[in-house]
């Protein structure tokens, strides 16, 4: 059983950038797809990338060439890099893995809180 800590949230202006990190408390290497979700206020939790254990990456439309979604399986840590942030990126950012189409894990870690705004 792993369990995540979400860290690296913080208030950012538009066009700002941030990186998050995702620490696992044990080996993420055998997990074959991590993802990141943010959830918006008033909102459904969404997947918002996901990257397998080959390095394969996928994002929604909306991040598309401004999040980068990495995992370094030595260290058991995920990152996403967020840049040229909107307000519509606002949220609580969490980790878990993916798989058919859903979050891997049942349970939640606490999550990074992300706000863009001037």
């Not at 979400?6 to 620490?23: I, K, M, N, T």
Request: charged content about 15%.
């Amino acid at each position: 059983q792993v369990q995540f800590v979400e860290s690296g949230g913080d208030w950012v202006p538009p066009g700002g950038s941030l990186r998050l990190s995702c620490a696992a408390s044990g080996s993420i290497a055998s997990i074959f797809s991590l993802a990141w979700y943010r959830q918006a206020p008033g909102k459904q939790r969404e997947r918002v990338a996901a990257i397998t254990n080959t390095a394969k990456t996928n994002y929604i439309d909306s991040v598309k060439g401004r999040f980068t979604i990495s995992r370094d399986d030595a260290s058991n840590t995920m990152f996403l890099q967020m840049n040229d942030l909107s307000f519509d990126d606002t949220g609580v950012y969490y980790c878990n893995g993916y798989h058919n189409g859903g979050p891997l894990f049942d349970y939640w870690g606490q999550g990074t809180q992300v706000t863009v705004s001037t």
